[in-house]
């Protein structure tokens, strides 16, 4: 080990800055005097677990991705670049307030004494990290605003060639949804009188780092951090916890700009009456060339004041607005995790700097709360914002932000809970939800999906609920889509019988609609319910229909009964026959410690009872088949998955996808896959006392 190491207890432990001790899990709990040593060593133990995460988050976030990954990359830099300018962040880094300034040079101390002291760790592009480089990456989310940029048109407006967009830009491949799960329970729906909180994210595997993070200045936090950040994105302190869901509420616009080319090719739109001049910069970009060398391109890029110009549409030129607060949103962030109430997590969302995701939240004091995004533009409903309005009349424009008390929520309902399964808020806290004519429609554009029902369901079986029986309801199996599509397809053959499908209708008839290992329906009903959605995708989109919809209104018979022939035939050729397990195909394999993973079926894998979460499944899985399986490997749904109970002494339980490491040589790499894939988790170590008897090992890292 480095020098900087130190066992405990010896006289130099005490002066130490920054102690880091690993439970049996491996997971870090790191203890600064300050909260910026407790930052330091935050980020030093994250690069200890996973530092090729770390980097490429910041490759992705910075707009440098193609220098490692090539000319391929380059338009999701461009995308990134439009909206992140290094020199812009570099100023506003110098305006930051000095509590936040401390905080992010720790953040960089952090990283760049791990690589000071593991000469063998070789970067792929950063080789020092600078600290404003955290406003670049200030908000959590697996999927940020900006993705909802579409890559293959904005390469075909800054190359000035006709692409297509592709099907999966289109939304008519089958894939797992990104989102989550957040569960809020109060006391009088309790058995013992305390708020209760599910953390429920659904993200790519090993997306996150598991942490404990205390300070002697009032910081103890426990959850999820997202890679290379230093706060705690989905998580919980001694009086507060948050749970992060992704949002259906529209506050990302396009507006179709009237574009007028003048003398010596000067380029204005039009805004009213008057015409104003088009922003132009020049934004170059580096990327690795095929024999290694390093290239640059040059793009002039455009913007109007709505924002930057991402694509081109019946002649006009499209700007993209979205939340653009990388100061606020890291304050937001930070302060979030030394909340000790409600009120208190509300003066930090006055910030308004959460854009993309809703909050379900829940304290010591009882509450509980079902929150929307706080950046909610005001807009004039009379235009429709789920697609480009006219940037010429600014009656469009955005008129600041709605007030936090004027959004959508519900706060200590009547009904003792509150969720989001990334479906509408209008079901949130089923009789004291919000109501939709209450709000402009486009506070919702994701319409429900079959886990709101699900998500109901078990909320609404009992009334006292304890930790271990919201881990149940967590996990509880029944699939609410083939609830709702199986029988249509049992009815469409009793209308048209077929004898070469009455084996499998008949195993289909005695189903009672949830998932299990040895589950042979679950098997059939996900083959045939794929085979059913991909020749439907376009036409429920022109349509307008969810799939779900489209799956149970739309559909004909005839469609049905081909997609069932269809199952039957592809598990036949792949497994030998038709009636399968599902926990024979449905699995969990971690092979390396690759950011894109490999999967081999004559390798070990575990299988896993859960399903997709399209089929109404809370736990999430969402696998497919890759090039030489058959089987399928999950690599994305539940990930950190957490319990929390707020009494006078806290007490949780979490769960890891695959384990806190991301080297195939830790005993931490794959550790606590069998208990991910039973739903079963583990006692979280919150309290110094909770660790006797579970340190793995202590060390301290002392701060240059």
Request: glycine fraction near 8%; hydrophobic fraction near 40%.
């Amino acid at each position: 080990m480095a020098a900087s190491f130190l066992p405990l207890p010896s006289s130099a432990a005490s002066s130490a800055r920054v102690t880091i001790t690993r439970d049996d899990w491996g997971i870090p709990h790191v203890a600064g005097r300050t909260d910026a040593d407790a930052v330091f060593g935050m980020m030093y133990a994250q690069a200890e677990d996973d530092f090729p995460r770390i980097e490429r988050n910041y490759l992705v976030s910075l707009g440098r991705l193609a220098e490692a990954e090539g000319e391929t990359a380059i338009w999701q830099d461009l995308r990134q670049r439009l909206f992140v300018d290094p020199a812009a962040l570099r100023r506003d880094f110098l305006k930051c307030p000095a509590w936040l300034r401390k905080l992010m040079t720790a953040w960089a101390d952090g990283l760049n004494h791990y690589l000071a002291t593991h000469p063998s760790v070789r970067p792929k592009v950063i080789t020092r990290f600078e600290p404003w480089m955290p406003l670049s990456f200030s908000e959590g989310s697996i999927g940020g605003d900006i993705e909802r940029v579409v890559l293959s048109q904005l390469e075909a407006f800054y190359s000035g060639r006709t692409l297509p967009m592709t099907d999966d830009e289109l939304a008519l491949t089958f894939r797992e949804p990104g989102g989550s799960n957040g569960f809020a329970i109060a006391p009088g729906h309790t058995r013992d009188g305390h708020a209760l909180l599910l953390i429920n994210p659904h993200t790519s595997f090993f997306f996150r780092s598991e942490q404990h993070v205390t300070s002697d200045e009032g910081l103890n936090v426990y959850g999820a951090a997202t890679w290379g950040q230093f706060f705690i994105y989905q998580g919980f302190n001694q009086h507060t916890g948050w749970m992060h869901t992704s949002s259906g509420v529209d506050n990302v616009d396009e507006f179709a700009e009237t574009i007028v080319t003048g003398a010596g090719g000067r380029l204005r739109y039009r805004y009213g009456d008057a015409l104003r001049a088009v922003t132009t910069n020049e934004i170059t970009l580096a990327y690795r060339a095929a024999d290694g060398s390093r290239m640059t391109r040059t793009f002039t890029t455009y913007a109007t004041h709505h924002g930057p110009i991402v694509r081109e549409a019946d002649g006009k030129w499209i700007a993209f607005a979205l939340m653009n607060k990388p100061l606020e949103a890291l304050q937001q962030s930070f302060l979030r995790t030394k909340t000790r109430d409600y009120a208190d997590y509300l003066r930090v969302a006055r910030l308004k700097a959460n854009s993309s995701n809703n909050t379900l939240f829940a304290d010591t004091r009882g509450e509980i709360a079902f929150l929307m995004p706080q950046f909610m533009p005001i807009r004039d409903d009379r235009y429709d914002y789920r697609r480009p309005v006219d940037g010429s009349d600014p009656a469009t424009d955005w008129h600041g932000l709605h007030s936090l008390a004027s959004l959508p929520q519900a706060v200590n309902p009547r009904t003792g809970w509150a969720y989001n399964s990334n479906n509408w808020p209008w079901t949130a806290a089923g009789a004291d939800s919000p109501r939709r004519d209450d709000f402009p429609r486009h506070f919702d554009q994701a319409g429900e999906n079959p886990r709101g029902p699900q998500a109901i369901r078990v909320l609404t079986a009992r009334r006292r609920f304890t930790p271990r029986t919201l881990m149940s309801a967590a996990f509880d199996p029944y699939l609410t889509a083939f609830d709702r599509l199986v029988p249509l397809l049992i009815a469409a053959w009793d209308r048209a019988p077929d004898p070469r499908l009455a084996d499998p209708i008949a195993l289909l008839r005695r189903w009672d609609y949830r998932w299990g290992t040895h589950s042979t329906a679950t098997s059939l009903a996900v083959f045939w319910a794929e085979a059913l959605w991909a020749p439907l995708a376009q036409a429920a989109r022109d349509a307008g229909l969810s799939m779900w919809d489209y799956l149970a209104e739309r559909a004909t018979d005839a469609q049905r009964l081909a997609a069932l022939d269809e199952a039957v035939t592809r598990l036949t050729q792949d497994f030998g026959r038709w009636p399968v397990p599902w926990g024979e195909i449905n699995r969990f394999q971690r092979n390396d410690g690759a950011i894109t993973q490999t999967f081999d079926d004559t390798r070990p894998s575990l299988p896993v009872p859960f399903t997709s979460a399209q089929w109404g499944s809370l736990a999430s899985f969402g696998a497919r088949r890759y090039p030489g399986t058959k089987r399928y490997y999950g690599t994305s749904g539940n990930s950190f998955v957490a319990v929390v109970e707020f009494g006078p002494r806290l007490r949780a339980w979490a769960i890891t996808a695959g384990g806190a490491s991301g080297h195939p040589e830790s005993p931490h790499f794959n550790d606590q896959a069998t208990r991910y894939a039973a739903g079963d988790l583990r006692p979280v170590y919150f309290y110094p006392e909770d660790l006797a008897g579970h340190i793995e090992r202590r060390y301290v890292v002392r701060r240059p």
